[in-house]
């Protein structure tokens, strides 16, 4: 097929409930670059939305996994072990946020990991009922669509949805009715800690504890926004669980595996997750997820309850575990951190330009997961975004405000991080000029 068909070719046979930012046709891809079949070379800072953490076809990831698809492919995990399996486990025990978080199952996507993480939960409490945040994406599955309240559209008209799935607000402090009308006396600082109230509400009024077996919650709101949550805010919702016999559950889909700078978002707050969920950036791009709980919640499950045709594929776990390696010998965090603090300073000279201030809200997040929230009802962000992608770089909107949030490789270099810096620059102060 010639190159110039391609597109038109994908418009006309793919599935049109897939939404994408460009209909560029994508050729290969190393460290944070991707090219087209047309040769066009982009910065890519949206790593498949979190996913090739370690840049486009890391060297040490493709060599594990070209070694493991000679060795063996498949080796079904209700069937036997196999050794990518088992040392993927034993190197992920030691980066795991708690000590208590030491047995393991792995599937493909983070919706299934979601899903698996529900069934977990149900089944070692024996109660039905879960608890999501309001502005949380937790996948696209049948299941995980009741459980995603982040934009309407994933659910639109595929109802009736799963059952016992109830939200409540997620402290999103730039966009609270009461930090917003409180003169200043509360914000994300300060924050007047109504989502606690209005949980601890909830399971008075809608939910009772003796019904609900978890508490769902992104450590930072991702799909939402990209929306850490305020100093004390975790720990509190661990004592409300703690309190009302109610699992904690991290989902670490995205905000997990390194992108905030630490391993996992949950570190930042010190709080233990009874479950935690992760995928995206577990295998630089092959199709692995997984969940993590203590070993007496895990064996509540009957052999044979678990598994699935793919679950654990070994070529996966493979490039998994040289993924674990590579964070270990690369210094990895210490990247995340340094190039993080550059975007940022970078996002923050646009908040406090005079020429570019009236397009910025917020500037948030941790580590390389950073966002830039425009000022309501400009439709700024996807501006931005069409600024960048003619300048050859790749960046992504999210959330039902408008927001744009960059998602560079973990590694990526002084350098290239200088380069997005300009580019998201003059992005910026293009919008700002046409605006006035």
Known sequence: MSV?????????HVARGIGRLTTEVLES???????????RKLLDFTSGIGVTNLGHCHPAVTKAAQAQAGKLVHGQVNIAFQRPYLELVESLIPLMPHPSLDSFFFWNSGAEAVEAAVKLARHATKKQNIIV??????GRTFGTMAMTRSKTVY???????????FSVPFPYCKQCSIASHSDGKFGFENCCNDPILQLELLLKRETAPSDTAAIFIEPVLGEGGYVPPPVGYLAKVREICDKNNILLVADEVQCGYGRTGKMFAIEHWSVRPDILIMAKGIANGFPLSGIVSRKELMDTQKPGSMGGTYAGNAVACAAGIAVAKAFREEKILENVNARGAELRVALNAARENPKTAKLVHDVRG???MLALEGTSGKGYAAKIQAKCLERDMLVLTTSIYDTIRFIPPLNITKEDMAEGCHIITEAINEVAAEAE
């Open 4 to 12: 110039s068909k391609l597109a038109q070719f994908g418009a006309k």
């Open 29 to 39: 891809g190393a460290g944070s670059y991707v090219t087209t079949v047309e040769g």
């Open 133 to 138: 945040m309001q502005g949380s994406y937790h």
């Open 155 to 165: 659910g639109e008209n595929y109802g009736p949805l799963m059952p016992g799935v």
């Open 366 to 368: 941790l580590g390389l």
